[in-house]
């Protein structure tokens, strides 16, 4: 072969091909070299990149693929062998790296993916505690909101005001454009638009209750989406064509107070409810949600026992007026009462007088008419005009005593007396009656009787005169016995009568009286009349004995006020009667000491400074002792008779003596024997003189036994003339007087 | 001596007299008595008790000395005694009986002598006072004064 030196450029026809493929090749390499450069800045910019080891094999692969193709330019042409060396150095490397890193990815490959895998996992989790945050935020929202509302519509008692303020709240709250309330009306046939939000004074539109949209509302205690046109929710006449919000209307239970259940939230037991309607704004293509939903169920619950305290308040008021209103009635009522009392007390008053006054006249002078000469006939007149007008003075006595004691008005004077002589009193009076229709009297008093007693001493005599009376009215002969004894405990327990209790005490005593007759008896029948006003026995018998029948309704009244009990027992006609009363009488020492008028207790406008006149009889052994004691009262002013025995003492006592004073400690000389004696000697007791024990002995002995023997009063010695004083005063205004020991 | 020094005297001595605790409110309340009407009545009260005395003590005396003692009558004496000294507020003879009729209701004769003889010593030394005292108001009133009422709180 020729050598031939000519160089001829080898470019044939394919040398547009083979100078694309340079330029391609150039820019591949490029591309293969800039690519991990690319890498390796972008990793060292990011810190997380795990794969280094990976990348740097990545980025030898794409360098020596690079190198190949770089290399390749240089083989278009002839080209030397190390070259070829190198192009095929390069390729063999880069078969090692590129086998090695698609070993390297197998591994690689399926953790990337998971990675991806995980991110995409943490994305949707966050995705989702993200709407869990939110929908805490709106629960915590509400019942923030639900806690104000319920702040506000508890803070007033005020039906009108709690109403007012949900609304409002709610309206805030929700930011809704109406809200409404539908009361039921009284008839619970209707209801009737209350509360408006933005209409100050809803006018009373009503709608009647058993609509369909009401009764879904009304059957569950959710708050119900309801249709914006339904009667409820058209409120106001709707301007243009607005897209009305959406409406919900929930039910407001209205308790009664009787209602309150504590297990079951009344369900079932209330049957009225109000209706609250709730309207978003138009056009706002807001939609109610869920958390809306439940405030608005909590806050008509909360409304609900708001309107129960307050119809609770209303309720107490009302009662509390009404209870006011009473309270003046009455009070006008009693006022009226008491000025009727008095009018008629007045009356009676005047009315005594005024018919006493000729009463006592009349019989008077027909007293004194009876004295003079009269022929019989004449005689028989008088006598029969004076037993009528005693009869008639009678008969107002009692009628006036009578309308005193029916309405409570009277009261008894309650004062200590001597028992004993109030028996005797009635005894002395009786007897001289007795003994012209021949009946014996026979007075009975017990041993342990009280000498004194605290109680009603002019009603009490008057209650026994009657009885004692009636039972010699009633009897034409035989004997009459008055037993008088203190009725013990054990007699008392057997009392059954309907209104009488007896009450044992240590301060009083029950008095027990027994009046026996053998006289006309009365027939079983009658007994339960007799003690009613103007009753009487029609019987013949009795006709003639005159009586208005008031006697003993006058004595049943006074033993009632002296809580005891009368009654009357009778076997029949003919065997006589026996009439029983007991009464409660105070013990005199036992019972209340601020009772008696006590020595240091000087009353001081009372006390006289001087007796001038009066005349004292003094009994002491002592020369001494009777001579201070006589200088003492002759200071006072007092005329002054001394003795020194009893013998004296009984010559000298007269009834001209207002006082006597008595040693009684005196040996040798019975000065209880004496008082007794004295007592005997002059039986009324307003012409005996007061008895005064005077002692240098304090014990209580000596007081009860001077009390027993009925003196008025004891003394210790030493007297000073204060003392003194003020005793005579005490004595001669109260006849009794025991000191203080 | 002039009034007034002889009324100081007297009001010193009778102030004296109850300091002592011979006299008691008793004797205040007997001169209380004593006015126009009744000028010597506190003299006449004090001399019918002297009389009383003498005779009560000098029959106890004898009750004591006889061989069969009679408890019962020297107690009744001694508690007339006692009542006619309290009249007139001579405290310490008052006193002086209270132990007498225990002594008697004891039937204890050495008792009752002993008592007897402080009874005697207290009747007469409140006796002597007493006149001194009468005998005082006696000068005053010759010397044309007046007893001063005396004003004793006690």
């Known amino acids: 072969m020729e050598a031939c030196n000519c160089i001829e450029p080898q470019w044939p026809a394919d040398e547009l091909l083979m100078k694309y493929q340079y330029i391609s090749d150039f820019f591949i390499a490029l591309a293969y070299f800039s690519i991990p450069l690319e890498l390796i800045y972008f990793v060292k910019k990011s810190a997380v990149f795990?794969?280094?080891?990976?990348?740097?094999?990545?980025?030898?692969?794409?360098?020596?693929?690079g190198a190949t193709h770089l290399i390749n330019l240089w083989t278009f042409n002839m080209h030397s062998r190390t070259v070829a060396l190198v192009m095929t150095t390069a390729k063999v490397l880069t078969a090692v790296v590129s086998c090695a890193t698609a070993l390297m990815l197998v591994h690689i490959i399926p953790d990337l993916l998971s990675v991806k895998t995980r991110e995409l996992f943490l994305k949707n989790k966050a995705a989702e505690l993200d709407r869990e945050m939110g929908l805490i935020r709106t629960q915590e929202e509400t019942g923030r909101h639900v806690r104000m509302l319920t702040h506000e519509i508890r803070s007033t008692l005020d039906r009108h005001t709690i109403l007012k303020t949900t609304l409002v709240e709610l309206g805030r709250t929700l930011a809704l454009e109406e809200c409404a309330l539908w009361m039921p009306t009284r008839t619970a046939l209707e209801l009737q638009l209350s509360y408006t939000l933005h209409q100050q004074n809803p006018v009373g539109h009503t709608v009647p209750i058993h609509l369909p949209v009401i009764n879904q509302v009304f059957s569950s205690n959710h708050a119900v989406k309801i249709s914006p046109n339904s009667p409820v929710a058209r409120l106001r006449p709707r301007a243009g064509k607005h897209m009305p919000g959406e409406v919900v209307a929930v039910r407001v239970p209205l308790l009664h107070l009787s209602n309150f259940q504590i297990n079951d939230w009344p369900e079932l037991s209330t049957?009225?409810?109000?209706?609250?309607?709730?309207?978003?704004?138009?056009?706002?293509?807001?939609?109610?949600?869920?958390?809306?939903?439940?405030?608005?169920?909590?806050?008509?619950?909360?409304?609900?026992?708001?309107?129960?305290?307050?119809a609770i308040l209303e309720e107490s008021r009302r009662a509390r007026d009404l209870l006011m209103e009473q309270n003046i009635a009455l009070d006008l009522a009693r006022r009226e009462a008491e000025t009727a009392i008095c009018a008629r007390n007045d009356f009676l008053a005047v009315m005594n007088h005024e018919m006493r006054t000729p009463m006592h006249a009349i019989i008077a002078l027909s007293s004194l008419l009876q004295e003079t000469e009269l022929t019989p006939e004449q005689r028989l007149m008088v006598e029969t005009i004076l037993k009528s007008s005693n009869l008639l003075a009678t008969l107002i006595n009692d009628v006036l005593d009578l309308s005193r004691l029916e309405d409570g008005s009277l009261q008894l004077d309650i004062a200590t007396f001597n028992l004993h002589s109030?028996?005797?009193?009635?005894?002395?009076?009786?007897?001289?009656?007795?003994?012209?229709?021949?009946?014996?009297?026979?007075?009975?008093?017990?041993?342990?009787?009280?000498?004194?007693?605290?109680?009603?001493?002019?009603?009490?005599?008057?209650?026994?005169?009657?009885?004692v009376g009636n039972a010699v009215k009633f009897s034409k002969e035989g004997s009459i016995w008055i037993t008088v004894f203190v009725a013990k405990s054990e007699s008392l327990r057997d009392f059954h009568a309907a209104d009488f209790f007896p009450v044992q005490s240590d301060n009083h005593f029950y008095l027990r009286v027994q009046v026996k007759d053998s006289g006309s008896g009365i027939n079983p029948q009658d007994l339960p009349k007799l003690f009613t006003k103007f009753a009487q026995n029609q019987s013949l018998a009795t006709r003639n004995s005159g009586g208005s029948g008031l006697g003993l309704a006058i004595c049943k009244r006074f033993v009632n006020l002296m809580e005891g009990h009368i009654w009357i027992e009778s076997e029949g006609l003919g065997k006589?009667?026996?009439?029983?009363?007991?009464?409660?009488?105070?013990?005199?020492?036992?019972?209340?000491?601020?009772?008696?008028?006590?020595?240091?207790?000087?009353?001081?406008?009372?006390?006289?400074?001087?007796?001038?006149?009066?005349?004292?009889?003094?009994?002491?052994?002592?020369?001494?002792?009777?001579?201070?004691?006589?200088?003492?009262?002759?200071?006072?002013?007092?005329?002054?008779?001394?003795?020194?025995?009893?013998?004296?003492?009984?010559?000298?006592?007269?009834?001209?003596?207002?006082?006597?004073?008595?040693?009684?400690?005196?040996?040798?000389?019975?000065g209880y024997e004496l008082a007794v004696q004295i007592h005997e000697k002059f039986t009324k007791r307003h012409e005996r003189p007061v008895l005064v024990a005077l002692t240098g002995n304090i014990n209580k002995m000596t007081k009860e036994s001077c009390m027993r023997v009925g003196m008025d009063g004891v003394i210790l010695k030493p007297v000073s003339v204060e003392k003194m004083r003020s005793v005579l005063s005490e004595l001669l205004e109260h006849r009794v007087l025991f000191e203080a020991m | 001596m002039e009034v007034g020094q002889m009324q100081r005297q007297w009001v010193d001595y009778t102030k004296s007299l109850f300091l002592e605790g011979l006299l008691d409110g008793q004797f205040l309340q007997l001169q209380q008595l004593q006015d126009e009407s009744n000028p010597d009545f506190v003299v006449e009260v004090v001399s019918l008790f002297f009389d009383d005395s003498e005779k009560l003590l000098n029959d106890i005396t004898r009750a004591l000395e006889q061989p069969s003692v009679d408890f019962k009558k020297i107690g009744a004496h001694v508690h007339q005694f006692k009542g006619s000294s309290s009249s007139v507020g001579a405290q310490r003879v008052k006193n002086g009986c209270i132990p007498f009729r225990n002594f008697c209701e004891?039937?204890?004769?050495?008792?009752?002598?002993?008592?007897?003889?402080?009874?005697?010593?207290?009747?007469?030394?409140?006796?002597?006072?007493?006149?001194?005292?009468?005998?005082m108001e006696q000068q005053i009133v010759a010397a044309g004064g007046s007893i001063p009422m005396l004003e004793l709180s006690f």
């Open chain 1, 50 to 65: 795990p794969y280094r080891w990976v990348l740097v094999q990545f980025g030898a692969f794409i360098v020596l693929c």
């Open chain 1, 271 to 310: 049957k009225r409810y109000a209706l609250m309607v709730l309207m978003l704004p138009s056009d706002s293509a807001r939609q109610w949600h869920m958390h809306e939903l439940e405030l608005v169920e909590v806050v008509a619950d909360q409304v609900a026992v708001a309107l129960s305290h307050a």
């Open chain 1, 422 to 467: 109030v028996f005797i009193e009635v005894h002395n009076l009786i007897k001289p009656i007795a003994s012209v229709k021949k009946l014996s009297v026979t007075l009975n008093l017990a041993a342990d009787l009280p000498v004194y007693a605290i109680g009603d001493e002019k009603r009490l005599m008057q209650t026994i005169l009657n009885v």
């Open chain 1, 576 to 670: 006589g009667c026996t009439a029983n009363f007991i009464v409660k009488l105070g013990y005199p020492e036992r019972s209340n000491e601020s009772k008696l008028p006590f020595l240091p207790k000087m009353r001081a406008t009372h006390v006289q400074t001087n007796f001038p006149g009066l005349k004292v009889l003094v009994m002491d052994d002592n020369g001494v002792s009777r001579s201070v004691t006589k200088g003492l009262l002759e200071h006072l002013g007092c005329d002054v008779t001394t003795v020194s025995s009893t013998d004296e003492f009984l010559q000298v006592i007269s009834q001209e003596h207002k006082v006597v004073f008595m040693d009684v400690c005196v040996p040798g000389i019975d």
């Open chain 2, 106 to 135: 004891e039937q204890n004769i050495e008792g009752c002598i002993r008592c007897l003889q402080q009874l005697k010593q207290e009747y007469y030394l409140v006796k002597n006072k007493l006149e001194t005292l009468f005998a």
